[in-house]
């Protein structure tokens, strides 16, 4: 069987298959098919319907993020891959949530961030549990700026508890602003890269998008609002209840956290609030693992090696 792609002109071959055509070699290596190009046309040429089918849409895939003006690196490529070759065997994950200006295309790229998005749709508060580099804070981000694009809220509320190491934020230099910066860094970088920076300090300036310690929460009633709450294994069990009250009419909550990092001494306000809420309708509960890790296949193995680590540590307690 043969397949022939045409490329856009627009497009440039070398962006799509990389320096040496050394995408086009992997695909042949994993594929098992015979794939050349000649000119702006691809042709594909082997015996199983569905890798041709798969391959042809990994092309087509990376001619549309190329055209959207991002280059893909290493780690996206062979990740699209294997995303693609899991659609192929299994349901197809959702379309995009929301573009950026980096990464050209924000979609779920596991089945555990396709139930993550699913629960969002289904539930007004949704708590997210897994270890880092699973997507937890980029995700919701990204759905925070859909929800506020799309006229479903009018704010963005992001917030985290601030932990505190050895300096108190009434000492640290600065306004408070300067004072809250490093606890909240994380939500600004996957916020700015969702959004033009411009429009960003636009919304900041208005108010339409808010960051703010967990403290400054009390008291408020949070309405027709996208709020995030993120490292919530770190808010303790009065911090918890305290911010679930807050969350007012037509407003979504997404509260993330890795019950696996826990930096306070008290109970974890997270672990307990899975305990007590999991049987109430409208809240969502979603456990993301290893296998939902985005970020460099290293991080995969490192949780996966310290897990193994903490399950034989435990083992010798018992």
Known sequence: MLKRLTIPKDVLVVEIFGQYDNRLRYLKKRFGLDISVRGNE???????????????SIIQEMVNITRDGHLLDRQEF????????SEKNSEILTDVVTKTIVRGRVKPKTKGQKKYIEAVENNDIVFVIGPAGTGKTYLASA????????????RIILTRPAVEAGEKLGFLPGDLSEKVDPYL???????????????????????????????????RTLNNAFIILDEAQNTTYEQMKMFLTRIGFNSKAIVTGDITQIDIRENSGLVMAE???????????????????????????????????????RDEKN
């Open 42 to 56: 691809v042709f594909i040429k082997g015996e199983n319907k569905e890798d041709l089918k798969t391959v042809e």
């Open 78 to 85: 062979e990740y699209l891959v294997s995303e693609k070759e």
């Open 143 to 154: 759905l925070a700026v859909d929800y506020l694009k799309s006229g479903k809220v009018n």
């Open 185 to 219: 860094r994380p939500l600004f970088d996957s916020l700015m890269d969702m959004l033009p920076f411009e429009k960003f300090i636009s919304y900041r300036e208005k108010n339409i998008i808010e960051i703010a310690p967990l403290a400054y929460m009390r008291g």
């Open 275 to 313: 305990k007590i809420l999991k049987d109430i309708e409208g809240i969502g509960f979603v456990y993301l693992t290893e296998a939902d890790v985005v970020r460099h296949s290293l991080v995969k193995e490192i949780i996966k090696a310290y897990e193994k680590y903490e399950k034989g540590e």
